[in-house]
């Protein structure tokens, strides 16, 4: 059980960018690029988005070509059984403590059902901190492979190298460096929001389709209107900003292997701390395409 919700958290979570209110700016009608500069091949830079809908799906055929051009593909990470096992453990309060104590009966109440309604055990969610139960609550359920995931059986099936930006280790430990209360905290908004997150993901997912990250900076602003304001202002510097730069600066060494595509979460892409920007400060020209 725990390391089937590991593996569901350690993939990136579209929503939770999605509802964080990141300061977005246009960088093209578009979720695909190419970028290149002298004495280096094309490579391509794909924003993703965590869901198994048909219509996210489809968005690949538009990177067959690209697929078929580079060397290698660089996700956010790489989920393997060492990855699950870690995550899983990441994911469990010390042994002396309960999440029934920590959140107090009535908040455990209100998780109880929905978390039951995952297959979740409650003697199971007892051990479980409060970030993973946000997580855990706040992420759609898949009835089949994400995006991100096709790629990556994609990419294997056509003998590209995978690399990851990222580790599973690194993911656990943004949501652990979360202070406890803030970590109630989202745990309250998801509750507060569950009758609405099928529809804001339906939002989003349409601005995704469209290419239209500006609508994606709208739509994440509007839904973050009534949040807490440290949380979001968390969500923002940590879970965007600062990953941003951390992706960026591996991916360079990266890029000097040979062609490659990057395939990460679409909120990486734009505005002054997105990756479009990072790339074209470095010296590439970078340039939407299809949309």
């Known amino acids: 059980m725990m390391s089937r919700l590991a593996k569901r958290i350690l993939w990136p979570l579209v929503l939770w960018l999605g509802l964080c209110g990141t300061a977005l700016s246009a960088a093209g009608q578009s979720v695909l690029y190419s970028f290149s500069r002298p004495g280096q091949p094309t490579h391509y830079l794909l924003g993703t988005m965590h869901s198994d809908d048909s219509r996210v799906i489809s968005v690949l055929d538009r990177v067959r070509q690209p697929m078929a051009e580079v060397d290698q593909v660089a996700l956010e990470i790489l989920p ?4 699950l096992v870690s995550a899983s453990l990441a994911m469990l309060l010390p042994a002396d403590q309960k999440l029934s104590q920590l959140l107090g009966q009535g908040l455990y ?4 059902a929905p978390m039951q309604e995952k297959g979740v055990p409650e003697l199971l969610l007892e051990r479980m901190k409060p970030w993973a139960v946000a997580v855990t609550l706040g992420t759609p359920e898949l009835q089949g492979p994400a995006m991100d995931q096709v790629i990556q059986q994609r990419a294997l099936a056509a003998g590209k190298r995978l690399v990851a930006l990222e580790t ?7 949501f652990d460096d ?5 970590q109630v905290r989202m745990l309250e908004e998801v ?6 997150l099928a529809m804001q993901l339906e939002h989003l997912t349409q601005a995704y389709l469209a290419g239209d990250l500006e609508r994606l900076r709208a739509l994440s602003l509007e839904y973050d209107a009534a949040g807490d304001q440290a ?5 923002r510097r940590v879970l965007i900003e600062e990953r941003n730069l951390r992706m960026f600066q591996r991916l360079l ?3 000097e292997q040979g062609g490659t595509l990057v395939a990460v979460g679409a909120l990486h892409l ?4 997105g990756l479009v920007k990072l790339l074209q400060n470095a010296g590439y020209s970078v340039t939407p395409l299809y949309w």
């Open 191 to 196: 509750l507060e929001q569950q009758d609405s």
């Open 270 to 273: 734009p505005g002054n701390e």
């Open 109 to 112: 109440r209100r998780v109880l």
């Open 253 to 255: 060494p990266i890029l």
């Open 231 to 235: 949380l979001s202002a968390w969500f």
């Open 178 to 182: 979360l202070p406890r209360a803030l």
């Open 80 to 83: 393997d059984a060492g990855s």
């Open 168 to 174: 599973a280790q690194e993911q656990m430990a943004l």
